[in-house]
């Protein structure tokens, strides 16, 4: 479809956004350990199945061996969800958390912020079980959680001009509204004709929902929805040269003798 490479809106109420480089820099460490390790490794499968949100398992369906149990089966709404298989799927998550991340953050502050990633994830992984609900596989990844904050992105600053790489080439400006909305859609679209497929468009799904109503509780108060305003980059400012002194009119030359 498309991958988000630059928008052009400033924060307005934060410094930093030390939340979402968090977020990013806990994801690619977690992927570095379970990665280097080989994805068919004993120590990465068992953490995907330890870790990882298995719907058959949290609605006691099935039941993981005591050696694979590492955290508690509702601690697994959030922890799968900073596990990923390959570098592709980190590398495509983190894109958008990065690019979209920060401005909603802005707008809710860093705890706030910090507590919608968490939601976004959990109602991921439950809208996954509540489709999926006697799956054995473990669910993994943080694009539930990430699609929340595109869905906050979205209601928040909808005409801001975003460059994206539409079809893996062609690098365009446009407006948030045109190619998030469009993913939204495709979401949805995915979800009735590929629920059996090897992404979980239904955590997709739960995240936008999820992210779509706590943005209106959990933005600033004062912060809009659907921002009217289309965000540039800070233009250079020229200094305004200083005027010359004046200078006095120039003396007659005094007359030559003899006139």
Not at 27 to 51: H, Q, R
Not at 165 to 183: C, D, E, N, Q, S
Not at 199 to 227: E, K, T
Not at 244 to 251: D, G, L, N
Request: hydrophobic share 55%; charged share 15%; net charge negative.
């Amino acid at each position: 479809m498309f991958i988000p490479l630059h928008d052009a809106n400033d924060l307005k109420h934060i410094k930093l956004q030390w939340v979402t480089w968090s977020l990013i820099a806990i994801n690619v460490i977690v992927w570095l350990v379970t990665g280097l390790a080989g994805d068919d490794s004993e120590f990465t499968n068992a953490a995907f199945l330890g870790l990882g949100f298995i719907p058959s398992v949290v609605n006691d369906i099935a039941e993981l061996p005591a050696s694979l149990i590492l955290v508690p089966e509702d601690a697994t709404y959030v922890t799968y969800s900073f596990l990923h298989g390959n570098l592709i799927h980190l590398g495509s998550n983190m894109l958008f958390l990065w690019v979209f991340g920060d401005n909603v953050e802005d707008a809710m502050g860093h705890i706030r912020f910090l507590i919608f990633y968490i939601l976004c994830a959990a109602a991921g992984a439950f809208m996954h079980g509540l489709l999926l609900p006697d799956s054995e596989g473990p669910l993994i990844g943080a694009s539930g959680a990430v699609a929340g904050v595109v869905a906050a992105y979205l209601m928040l600053h909808p005409r801001v001009r975003v460059w994206v790489l539409v079809l893996g080439r062609i690098p365009l400006p446009l407006p948030a509204f045109i190619p998030l909305l469009f993913w939204v859609v495709f979401q949805f679209f995915m979800v009735i004709t590929d629920l059996d497929g090897e992404v979980s468009w239904g955590a997709h799904i739960g995240g936008i929902l999820a992210g779509a109503l706590l943005v209106l509780v959990l933005r600033r108060s004062g912060v809009p929805l659907f921002d009217r305003t289309i965000d540039t980059p800070k233009a250079v400012v020229h200094k305004t040269p200083h005027p010359e002194p004046s200078k006095a009119p120039a003396r007659a030359p005094p007359p030559k003798w003899g006139r």
